[in-house]
């Protein structure tokens, strides 16, 4: 149950400067295997590891399993650059049948962060490839018991800034492209901006097809009602107007894989006297009868959405909406800050939301400050993830050594994990940033990437200590 990209934590501004937050801090459990008892205190200090990639508690072991630039165990060519959003899905009794691994234990899925100047593309594969010009897409890797890579291909090609996504309740990875450029924009011949889905065992079920209906605009990460099907999606959108929170109700809701592609209505919420969430600054605020408006014009033909006409009322922004994800019976997704420099009504440094649809109501869980009640030592976290000891593990995305932080219940903050320095010089050293962390189905590991130079790691040891 990732959330992704700077999404629950975010920048002070401020180099060095802590990062805090208030309320309901087990708020953000209910419903799931992490709101059981434990995750009260970390795993003790960091041991430095003598072959200086990973530094992890006593008792904690990595193994490093694809680094960028690498051979592909397919083949297919090297491992793309900027390791971003990831997911682990579950070997399935299907893989014995001709489809993927027959041996597979766990399944991930990487996205490939790459701008049109990416380092490594990802390799164009047929019947896997969008736009020939596109450098950004996914990989897959298959893995045994022990975290022995099994195999390593290209899951999707061609598409641009593949950032988040989110996991389905039928195991497939939809991957975001957070960008809106169209054909003619940096060398792309097709339009940019869409959800596409990912088969993890077999790619080629899935393709390359963009799934047009839930929009074309800068998407960061989604998240499925495994009720109902509706799709909740976030916009990052960097400059005013600002994003919005976004629903797609599918024509074939919880079809499975492939349903997507029927179709739906793509909505957007407006909170009635509310245009812009930074505005709300007291924990516990919540606001009933949220209204979802039609999307006059999901594809963005002539208009970005964010700058198209809701009529009377508006719709409701806000400033970098990025993490989506669904805990108990409630969709949560967040604003990772707003500066009234640029442009937004209030200043924070985080807000988390709940979006509850039976109720229809609308509710701010947890707001990030500089006066508030937990202190994370580095500065700008990145991609979290719910630890299966509970608590919450934290990318950190800043300056100098980075880490992965857990985060208890209790609000107490450990370090998990430290990366090397790997990029610079050593006069100017630079640390690459900790991506999509998450954990393996069984929860007896946790897989982490480092975005630069692209790496990915599986650390196992005493998680449910």
């Known amino acids: 149950m990732s959330a992704t990209r700077r999404q629950v934590l975010a920048r002070t501004g401020a180099l060095g400067a802590g990062i805090a937050f208030t309320g309901a801090l087990s708020e953000l459990f209910a419903g799931t295997a992490a709101a059981q008892p434990g995750g009260h205190s970390g795993y003790g200090p960091l041991v430095p590891d003598p072959d200086g990639l990973l530094d992890l508690p006593r ?51 990487r996205n490939h962060e790459n701008r049109a100047n990416g380092r490594v593309p990802v390799p164009t594969v047929e019947g896997l490839t969008y736009d020939p010009e596109g450098k950004g897409g996914c990989t897959a890797l298959a893995l045994d018991s022990r975290n022995h890579v099994l195999s ?9 800034v593949n950032c988040a996504g989110g996991h389905t309740p ?71 107007p600002f994003g919005l929170f976004y629903r797609f109700l599918p ?22 006297g509310v245009p812009d969430l930074s505005s709300i600054q ?87 400050g500089p006066d508030t009640d937990v202190q994370l030592p580095g500065e700008s ?9 509970g608590g919450l593990m934290v990318c950190e995305d800043g300056n100098g050594a980075q880490h992965v932080f857990g985060v208890t219940r209790r609000g107490e903050v ?12 050593e006069e100017e050293p630079e640390w690459g940033e900790f991506a999509g962390v998450t954990f393996s189905p069984d929860g007896d590991t946790m897989y982490v990437n480092c975005y630069t130079p692209g790496t990915t790691f599986a650390v196992t040891g005493p998680w449910r200590r």
């Open 282 to 368: 007291e924990t516990g605020a919540t606001f009933d009868r949220i209204e979802w408006v039609d999307v006059p014009d999901p594809l963005a033909v002539e208009t970005p959405i964010r700058f198209q006409d809701f009529g009377r009322g508006g719709i409701t922004h806000a400033q970098k909406l990025e993490g989506c994800y669904w805990g108990g019976r409630s969709v949560y997704f967040v604003s990772s800050f707003a500066h009234s420099d640029e442009g937004s009504a209030a200043d924070h440094f985080g807000q988390i939301w709940r979006y509850d649809p039976e109720r229809r109501r609308l509710t701010l869980v947890i707001v990030f």
């Open 251 to 272: 024509h074939k809701p919880l079809g499975g894989r492939g349903s997507l592609r029927a179709g739906g209505r793509l909505q957007a919420m407006r909170v009635p």
């Open 414 to 425: 450990y370090a998990m994990a430290r990366g090397a320095q790997n990029i610079g010089t």
């Open 152 to 160: 390593e291909r290209v899951a999707i090609a061609g598409t641009a």
């Open 59 to 109: 008792g904690f072991r990595y193994r490093v399993l694809s680094r960028e630039g690498d051979e592909l165990r397919s083949g297919e060519g090297p491992v793309p650059s900027n390791h971003d959003g990831m997911s682990a899905f579950p070997g399935r009794s299907s893989d014995r049948h001709g489809h993927g691994h027959g041996n597979a234990h766990t399944y991930l899925v």
């Open 170 to 240: 039928w195991n497939t990875w939809l991957t975001c492209e957070e960008t809106e450029d169209r054909a003619g924009t940096n060398g792309y011949t097709k339009d940019h901006g869409f959800i596409f889905e990912v088969d993890p065992v077999d790619p080629h079920r899935t393709g390359a097809v963009p799934l047009t209906a839930m929009g074309r605009f800068q998407h960061e990460a989604i998240a499925v009602d495994p009720r109902s099907g509706v799709v909740y999606e976030t916009e990052d959108a960097f400059e005013r």
């Open 381 to 389: 976290p990145d991609n979290i993830c719910l630890a299966p000891s």
